[in-house]
Nanobody, 127 residues
Framework: QVQLVESGGGLVQAGGSLRLSCAAS????????MGWFRQAPGKEREFVAA????????YYADSVKGRFTISRDNAKNTVYLQMNSLKPEDTAVYYC????????????????????WGQGTQVTVSS
């Protein structure tokens, strides 16, 4: 069992920055790839970024590439999402998720590759 708790969301002006954190607990949490997804009102949940269990490989959606950075600190069982140059279209609830053990890199952009989810944190970017 893995528990995930996100924090760091809030209201920010366009062009600003936020850092989201995801605190993980559970015996296998540091052995899993982790991902961030987001869901805007009336839209489907979409992939934002993912990181391998070691932190050595990262993956991003085209819409956030160059603006967002995912990282992890396994000693603290925490995953981060640094979001810079935020745009109004980044407004959404952001979810942290833990991938199934052994998930391939090619599958990390797929929602069904993740079996544990946090409760989400709201990010609102004003224009």
């Amino acid at each position: 069992q893995v528990q995930l708790v996100e924090s760091g969301g809030g209201l920010v002006q366009a062009g600003g920055s936020l850092r989201l954190s995801c605190a993980a607990s559970g015996r296998t949490s540091s052995s899993r790839a982790m991902g961030w997804f987001r869901q805007a009102p009336g839209k489907e949940r979409e992939f934002v970024a993912a990181i391998s269990w070691s932190g050595g490989n990262t993956y991003y959606a085209d819409s956030v590439k160059g603006r967002f950075t995912i990282s992890r600190d396994n000693a603290k069982n925490t995953v981060y999402l640094q979001m810079n140059s935020l745009k109004p279209e980044d407004t959404a609830v952001y979810y942290c998720a833990a991938a199934y053990l052994g998930t391939s890199a090619q599958a990390l952009g797929v929602i069904n590759s993740y079996d544990y989810w946090g409760q989400g944190t709201q990010v609102t970017v004003s224009s």
